[in-house]
Structure formats: C-alpha cells, structure tokens
C-alpha cells in the first residue's frame, strides 16, 4: 500500500478475525498523513461503528477537548484504534450495543493494520490510549498505572511512545475532573516533546 487511502480501502475487505460478522463497518483511523503524534484508542465504540470514523462518541469529544487543553495540534493529530471492528454484546433487538474488551487473537489480526498506518505516518510519538492498546504496542505486563505519563523509547512505529488512560475512563471515572486533569497532563507530555 503507498497511501492511507489505499490501506484504508484494503481494510474494509478484512476478514482477519470474526468481528467484521457483526460490526457495521470497520473503523479507520483519521487524521493526516504528516501527523506527528499519533493516538492509539482499544476500539471502535458503538458511535464510532455507525458513523465509519473513529473517537466521534463521548471519549472523543472527552479527547478532543483534552488534546487541544494539552496544547496540541487537534487537526495535525492522527486517530486510531488497535482493532478495527467493534466488538459487543447486545441487550436484544432495538437495545444498546455494550462494549466488549477485543481478546489477543483480535489484537493479532489488527495488528497488520495498525503497523501498516504507522510505517506511512512515520510519527514522532505514539500515544497508547488505555490499557487495551497499551499491552498491545508495549506487551501483555505493561501496566498503564504504573508507567503513563511517562515517555519511552520505542522503535516499532515510532521514535517515542506514551501511554495513558482512555478517555473513555475520564467518563466512567467517580472523579471525572481528577481523571481529566491527569490525561490532559499526560498529553501536555508529548506537546512539550513536540516543540
């Protein structure tokens, strides 16, 4: 593939793993091609699947408004997911779609994908959004936790990697304002390595 479009295209013919039966459609990341920082979210979520583009729901927005409070570049950022199709259960017929946590062999078919994006995008930083994405780009002992905020060396599709907490957790939080303050200071990280 030699472009985003191109890869982007390829994925809605993915059939890597069982997901692509229910979800709506897959979710691509978004963004430019000349980002410098790239953030890396679990999932599609249930918005996300409907509207084909990703971080469109509540942690979006939760995101966005963090990411433009950390001082940076909301436009010049790119946005993905490790997995590509939402994964769910269902309450019954008419009834909301509850989020389900992507297992190992799902991350491993995505896996393509996302290395895909990051050797076109070539980022200075990735950001791993959650505990999700961060096992899957740091390995299974990571723990957001005990390392967020902090930014590693890392060579698989970046030069720098951060990890923190999905915005999504900000939202389900019993503090919200505390969880929100520490994800927009993790992200005030990477701005200031970015400048």
Same mark, same amino acid.
């Given at each position: 593939? +030699? &472009?985003?479009? /191109?890869?982007?295209?390829?994925?809605?013919?993915?059939?890597?793993?069982?997901?692509?039966?229910?979800?709506?459609? $897959?979710?691509?990341?978004? *963004?430019?091609?000349?980002?410098?920082?790239?953030?890396?979210?679990?999932?599609?979520?249930?918005?996300?699947?409907?509207?084909?583009?990703?971080?469109?729901?509540?942690?979006?927005?939760?995101?966005?408004?963090?990411?433009?409070?950390?001082?940076?570049?909301?436009?010049?950022?790119? $946005?993905?997911?490790?997995?590509?199709?939402?994964?769910? &259960?269902?309450?019954?017929? *008419?009834?909301?779609?509850?989020?389900?946590?992507?297992?190992?062999?799902?991350?491993?078919?995505?896996?393509?994908?996302?290395?895909?994006?990051?050797?076109?995008? @070539?980022?200075?930083?990735?950001?791993?959004?959650?505990? &999700?994405?961060?096992?899957?780009?740091? *390995?299974?002992?990571? !723990? $957001? +936790?005990?390392?967020?905020?902090?930014?590693?060396?890392?060579?698989?599709?970046?030069?720098?990697?951060?990890?923190?907490?999905?915005?999504?957790?900000?939202? !389900? @939080?019993?503090?919200?304002? /505390?969880?929100?303050?520490?994800? $927009?200071?993790?992200?005030?990280?990477?701005?200031?390595?970015?400048?």
């Amino acid at each position: 593939m +030699t &472009t985003l479009e /191109e890869l982007r295209a390829a994925a809605h013919e993915c059939k890597g793993c069982d997901l692509y039966r229910d979800a709506t459609q $897959v979710v691509f990341g978004a *963004g430019p091609a000349d980002a410098r920082v790239v953030l890396v979210g679990e999932q599609p979520g249930d918005i996300e699947d409907r509207r084909g583009l990703p971080f469109v729901g509540p942690a979006g927005k939760v995101l966005d408004r963090a990411i433009v409070e950390a001082g940076l570049d909301r436009a010049g950022a790119y $946005v993905t997911n490790t997995v590509k199709h939402f994964k769910f &259960t269902s309450a019954g017929p *008419g009834k909301r779609r509850i989020h389900q946590t992507p297992d190992r062999i799902e991350i491993e078919a995505c896996r393509p994908w996302l290395q895909a994006e990051f050797a076109l995008l @070539s980022p200075e930083i990735v950001v791993a959004l959650g505990a &999700t994405a961060a096992k899957a780009l740091l *390995g299974p002992s990571f !723990r $957001v +936790t005990k390392s967020r905020g902090v930014l590693m060396p890392w060579s698989d599709g970046a030069s720098q990697i951060l990890a923190t907490i999905h915005p999504s957790a900000v939202l !389900r @939080s019993d503090n919200r304002d /505390e969880a929100y303050a520490g994800l $927009v200071n993790d992200l005030t990280v990477v701005s200031g390595a970015l400048s």
